[in-house]
């Protein structure tokens, strides 16, 4: 018999889960790269993505906005909801998906046009001509992205002429004005000097207040730092997912105290 208690809980999980998987695998032709993945990514929490090259990461959040899918040779199976929607269902538009989860890759690809257009590139497919509104959108996204007042007086220059890790947070900034629910980070400041990389932290700590965001890292440091959630992916499968804090003080599978202690990966 079900207990309510656990019933209660399971509808908690489910108002707050920003995405949930179930039983979800994916093959890159023979290759079964990830193998009955089952979890609940929750709203305004950063969810980091751990474990050894090759074991799953990068395609389990590719997954999430179907980006994967641009690959030849993909099968998935299972399901993944997004708010309670299945991604694939006939009626959800991958358009629809990628505006609301949105992506930000290992090394800064900023479009070789100015930093105002970098920004305005997204709302103009979008549909949005008024110079106005863009002139809006442009400060908003970059003020977010805690890069305005850098580059402020030089938003007609182009974005080359830019840090790495000014690029980057442009890269982030372009991906806030579409206005996505979530941001997908696939090891953001691996290409980045320490420098570079706290300020990249930070900024992802205080997007998380309107945003959710889901991060690969290589970083354990980065990991224990920045994310409220970690989840240790093996060979294509979860082996633990749970509060950061408890993951790397008291894991319960011994592999993961092998991951994180450096005995493998």
């Known amino acids: 018999m079900e207990n309510p208690g656990e019933r209660q809980n399971l509808h908690s999980i489910e108002r707050i889960s920003v995405f949930r998987t179930n039983h979800f695998n994916l093959w890159y032709g023979k ?22 090259s090759g074991c799953g990461k990068s395609t389990f959040i590719k997954s999430l906005n179907r980006m994967v899918e641009l690959v030849p040779a993909v099968k998935t199976g299972g399901e993944i909801f997004y708010r309670g929607r299945n991604i694939f269902d ?5 358009e629809e998906l990628r505006t609301k989860v949105g992506m930000v890759f290992q090394k800064p690809n900023p479009f070789p046009k100015s930093i105002y257009d970098n920004i305005a590139y997204g709302p103009r497919i979008h549909g949005i001509k008024n110079k106005k509104i863009l002139d809006e959108i442009v400060e908003k996204s970059l003020r977010k992205a805690a890069i305005w007042e850098e580059v402020k007086d030089r938003l007609h220059h182009n974005a080359y002429g830019l840090s790495g890790g000014q690029q980057q947070r442009l890269c982030i900034a372009r991906c806030l004005a579409i206005e996505p629910d979530v941001i997908l980070m696939d090891e953001p400041t691996s290409a980045l000097d ?10 992802i700590l205080e997007l998380k207040k309107n945003y959710s965001i889901i991060i690969v890292t290589h970083n354990m440091q ?3 730092r920045i994310s409220d959630k970690t989840a240790f992916f093996l060979n294509g499968e979860v082996v633990e997912y749970g509060r950061t804090e408890q993951i ?3 894991p319960k599978d011994q592999r993961t ?3 994180i202690s450096g005995r493998f990966g």
């Open 90 to 94: 006939e009626g959800f538009e991958v």
């Open 257 to 259: 105290q092998d991951y």
């Open 31 to 52: 290759h079964h790269a990830l193998k009955e993945i089952n979890l609940a990514i929750n709203e305004n929490e950063v969810t980091a993505i751990i474990g050894p």
């Open 194 to 203: 320490p420098i570079s990389t706290l300020k990249i932290e930070q900024l």
């Open 248 to 250: 790397f003080s008291t």
């Open 222 to 224: 980065q990991a224990a």
